[in-house]
């Protein structure tokens, strides 16, 4: 930290070489948290199509999803809006994250309503609440579980205290987000607990028509510009990648073949990135958040 900022005061220095990264400068989140060692690892932010995935599963959520939100019928624009809005908090200053939760928990008031006929498991005419802890537990929760998912099949097993550092720190993003503090699970543990409580539990339904639609959004993967152009050779992969590391719950209420071979493919292509991504320069490695100017507010699309 006061490295970075003895570096910024060198006159003469490319701006590039003379401000620091977000990364390396406090915010909500400290430099060297485990959720900053997560996130900016830019593999990490594809584990929000798995979230994405995992939440379409959730009857109720659909529900509010459908009717408030771009979700299904442009899922590459709410998987790059989460992104971008999670990112701010994740990097950003301590009052961007404020500033960025307040707009969110303002979104959020604003989606509620009763369901209009059946889906699934839930009955026609039940209120749904975006802002209720018990539905925005498992918006969360996904997010959490499929970032930790990522990072450990390609970076390697995390301890224990490291797993329980990242889950605390991820808590402060739900209390930022409106959950109160008791009403998420207290340790990583806990956590998954939860997660495979709602796996096995006959919560977690989907409609052949929200099938289709979530299929394509891992027929169809978010990328635009140069990492479009870069990744179109491995699209097969990272559509492999996509519903390998689903939990098998999901991966069979979505209609997702897997046998032996498939999860053959998976192990030798998380093998080969695991051992390749090490080398990757920052550029293409770390976030673009992670690698932004601190202090200057991260995306334009959720603006």
């Given amino acids: 930290m006061e490295t970075a900022r003895l570096i910024s005061m060198v006159p003469g220095l490319p701006r590039s070489t003379r401000d620091p990264r977000a ?4 915010g909500l989140f400290t430099a060297d948290s485990m959720l900053r060692r997560l996130h900016r690892e830019r593999i990490v932010a594809l584990s929000g199509i ?14 509010g999803f459908r009717r408030h939100s771009v ?3 442009e899922p590459r624009t709410r998987l790059m809006r989460t992104d971008e809005w999670m990112s701010r908090i994740y990097f950003g200053t301590s009052e961007e994250a404020e500033r960025t939760g307040a707009a969110i928990r303002a979104m959020h008031s604003r989606v509620r309503g009763r369901t209009a006929e059946v889906y699934g498991p839930i009955p026609e005419g039940v209120p749904y609440d975006a802002s209720d802890p018990e539905l925005a537990l498992w918006v969360l929760a996904t997010l959490a579980d499929s970032a930790l998912v990522y990072f450990e099949r390609v970076f390697g097993r995390l301890s224990r205290g490291e797993r329980d550092s990242y889950w605390s720190d991820y808590r402060r993003v739900g209390e930022l987000l409106g959950l ?4 998420m699970p207290a340790t990583e543990a806990e956590l ?8 096995h539990d006959g919560s977690l339904s989907i409609s052949d028509e929200q099938r ?15 990492l479009r152009t870069a990744v179109t050779p491995v699209t097969e992969t990272v559509k492999l990648i996509s519903t390998g590391l689903l939990p098998a719950e999901v991966r069979t209420l979505l ?3 897997w046998d032996p071979p498939r999860e053959a493919l998976l192990q030798s292509a998380m093998l ?3 051992a390749g991504i090490r080398l990757w320069p920052d550029a293409i490695r770390l976030h673009p958040a992670a690698r932004t100017v601190a202090g200057e507010r991260y995306g334009a699309l959720a603006a």
């Fill in 71 to 73: 979700v299904f019928d």
């Fill in 192 to 199: 998954r607990e939860y997660v495979g409580g709602r796996l």
């Fill in 23 to 26: 990364a390396d400068v406090d």
């Fill in 180 to 183: 109160p503090r008791d009403s």
């Fill in 255 to 257: 209609g997702f073949p």
């Fill in 212 to 226: 289709d639609l979530a299929v394509a959004i891992v027929l169809e993967p978010p990328f635009t510009g140069w």
């Fill in 50 to 63: 798995r979230a994405l995935l995992m939440q379409a599963c959730d009857p109720l959520a659909v529900v």
């Fill in 272 to 274: 080969q990135l695991r």
